[in-house]
């Protein structure tokens, strides 16, 4: 691992800890060279599902984009971003477990919505106004009539 301060490869683990999943490692690293600690992410790398995009293109999955677009919609409402990563942990065991080599992003825009109605309905309906596109207040209007209606069931 090289050293963000002074670029040198030399360097030693002073420190490993598991995160509460017990999914990602995080290292406590001494540079040899310089003296400075850094630290660093150790993650299982899984092979995801290829995406279908609407148009028909191939794209590798990429969970920094869904991250990005949670956080958006998330944004200025009560949601932790350790929230975020572990709803994203979990949509990546879903497609995982599927084993599927190619997915629609349909599926997987339809799955984040359903998350995200769990957990804030303003992301839901700002992420839902993003991703179905809608074109004029009445669509806006259907879906916040859908979303009532599921509530009061």
Not at 50 to 73: F, P, Q, S
């Amino acid at each position: 691992m090289k050293c963000p301060y002074c670029n040198d490869l030399s360097n030693k683990v002073v420190d490993s800890r598991l995160n509460k999943e017990q999914t990602i490692t995080r290292r406590r690293r001494l540079c040899e060279s310089c003296g400075r600690r850094f630290t660093t992410y150790e993650r299982l790398e899984v092979t995801m599902p290829m995406l279908i995009k609407k148009d028909g293109r191939r794209e590798a999955w990429n969970r920094d984009k869904v991250v990005h677009g949670l956080k958006t919609a998330c944004e200025k409402r009560p949601v932790s971003i350790a929230r975020i990563e572990k709803f994203v942990d979990s949509l990546e065991g879903e497609l995982q477990d599927m084993g599927e080599q190619e997915i629609a992003t349909e599926i997987i825009g339809e799955r984040v919505m359903a998350g995200l109605h769990k957990i804030d309905e303003i992301a839901y309906v700002r992420f839902a106004s993003v991703y179905r596109q809608f074109r004029d207040i009445n669509e806006f209007m259907d879906e916040l009539k859908i979303m009532l209606g599921s509530r009061e069931e």
